[in-house]
């Protein structure tokens, strides 16, 4: 029997143990906010046999990982009459002593995640690739990322059989569902929604603790949706609201030919603002590679997004974010 104790300046620390080390202190997983962020997103290109991964980093299993640059990464063509469903990983070779981008070939189904110490995988995507086909299709390309957490474990947002189930004890939130789930030693449940996210405010509400004095709270007159005008391809867009706090989150392709002139409206949101503010607002080249133009985009009181200047031609991605606060309150007695 011996005991170890490490880091030291006299001890000798090997990998093995510098990864049971550092493995407890952080999951496994891409290293952002959740499925909102860009970091190490996998985007079709349109290109024969490749992919494209965002710049981003992760942890995976006590290793720091980091892509500097956005960078495309390559798969099989499909010479076979059945669609193939491959994955995208993120792949520990304690071999070679590296964490690196891996595409992993399925067959009917995506490969399973490889969950071993010595050859751990964090999945980033699956994609089906058609049969007879050398491109994938944006509609065939499900973002499976799963991220770092700090005590409650982020979901990944879409189903994936592969995806890393809570621990006994764990609390998850999905982003998607907007809803909190708990495992206990047999099954994983759901908790509800977060009582802030809901709607209205009302007295009623068992969960809702306030203080016995009379107070106000800024309420939502509706639940934040987004709609968009045509002319774009919609490839994310998601608004999450919390009492009298709308974040919203949009990442549109241009599609019809010629620029947008300023005043042009391109999406509307269903809730009032206080206020008009303006949200800074990225063209990207086709391929996300770099910043091509940089404009703005106006919020109105009525709830329109429309362009501040002239910019944005066909083919062109804008990435929109931005915060604002809802007018409204609800008197609690």
């Given at each position: 029997m011996?005991?170890?104790?490490?880091?030291?300046?006299?001890?000798?620390?090997?990998?093995?143990?510098?990864?049971?080390?550092?493995?407890s202190?952080?999951?496994?997983?891409?290293?952002?906010?959740?499925?909102?962020?860009?970091?190490?997103?996998?985007?079709t290109?349109?290109?024969p046999?490749?992919?494209?991964?965002?710049?981003g980093?992760?942890?995976?299993?006590?290793?720091?990982y980091?892509?500097?640059?956005?960078?495309?990464?390559?798969?099989?063509?499909?010479?076979?009459?059945?669609?193939?469903t491959?994955?995208?990983?993120?792949k520990?070779?304690?071999?070679t002593?590296?964490?690196?981008?891996?595409?992993?070939?399925?067959g009917?189904?995506?490969?399973p995640?490889?969950?071993?110490?010595?050859?751990?995988?964090?999945?980033?995507?699956?994609?089906i690739?058609?049969?007879?086909s050398?491109?994938?299709?944006?509609?065939?390309?499900?973002?499976?990322?799963?991220?770092?957490?700090?005590?409650?474990?982020?979901?990944?947002?879409?189903?994936?059989?592969?995806s890393?189930?809570?621990?006994?004890?764990?609390?998850?939130?999905?982003?998607?569902?907007?809803?909190?789930?708990?495992?206990?030693?047999?099954?994983?449940?759901?908790?509800?929604?977060p009582?802030?996210?809901?709607?209205?405010?009302?007295?009623?509400?068992?969960?809702l603790?306030?203080?016995k004095?009379?107070?106000s709270?800024?309420?939502?007159?509706?639940?934040?949706t987004?709609?968009?005008?045509?002319?774009?391809n919609?490839?994310?867009?998601?608004?999450?609201?919390?009492?009298?706090?709308?974040r919203?989150?949009m990442?549109?392709?241009?599609?019809?030919?010629?620029t947008?002139p300023?005043?042009?409206?391109i999406a509307?949101?269903?809730?009032?603002?206080?206020?008009?503010?303006?949200f800074v607002?990225?063209v990207?080249?086709?391929?996300?590679?770099?910043?091509?133009?940089?404009?703005a985009?106006?919020?109105t009181?009525?709830?329109?997004?429309?362009?501040y200047?002239?910019f944005?031609?066909?083919?062109e991605?804008?990435?929109?974010?931005?915060?604002y606060?809802?007018?409204?309150?609800?008197r609690?007695?």
């Open positions: 011996a005991e170890h104790s490490y880091p030291f300046d006299t001890s000798a620390l090997d990998e093995a143990q510098w990864s049971r080390m550092a493995g202190w952080q999951d496994n997983g891409v290293d952002a906010r959740g499925p909102w962020d860009q970091a190490l997103k996998v985007l290109t349109g290109q046999f490749q992919l494209l991964v965002t710049a980093g992760a942890k995976v299993a006590g290793f720091h980091e892509l500097d640059a956005n960078t495309v990464v390559l798969f099989e063509e499909n010479k076979t009459t059945s669609s193939r491959d994955r995208v990983v993120l520990l070779n304690r071999e002593n590296t964490v690196a981008l891996a595409v992993r070939q399925g009917a189904t995506a490969p995640v490889d969950r071993t110490s010595d050859a751990l995988e964090v999945p980033l995507a699956t994609f690739v058609r049969a007879n050398d491109t994938v299709a944006p509609a065939d390309l499900s973002d499976v990322r799963e991220f770092v957490s700090s005590g409650v474990q982020m979901l990944p947002p879409f189903s994936d059989a592969a890393r189930e809570l621990a006994e004890g764990q609390i998850g939130y999905s982003p998607t569902a907007k809803k909190f789930y708990a495992r206990d030693s047999t099954r994983q449940f759901e908790l509800g929604p009582q802030d996210l809901a709607p209205y405010i009302k007295t009623t509400d068992a969960n603790n306030y203080a004095s009379v107070h709270h800024p309420v939502l007159a509706t639940y934040p987004l709609s968009f005008e045509s002319g774009f919609v490839q994310h867009a998601e608004a999450h609201a919390r009492v009298g706090i709308v919203f989150h990442y549109l392709e241009r599609t019809a030919s010629g947008l300023s005043g042009s409206t509307h949101i269903n809730v009032t603002p206080l206020n008009w503010p303006l607002a990225y990207f080249s086709d391929n996300l590679s770099s910043v091509t133009k940089a404009g985009i106006a919020l009181n009525t709830g329109d997004f429309y362009t200047n002239t944005w031609g066909s083919g991605n804008l990435i929109v974010s931005g915060t606060m809802t007018s409204g309150s609800v609690i007695t």
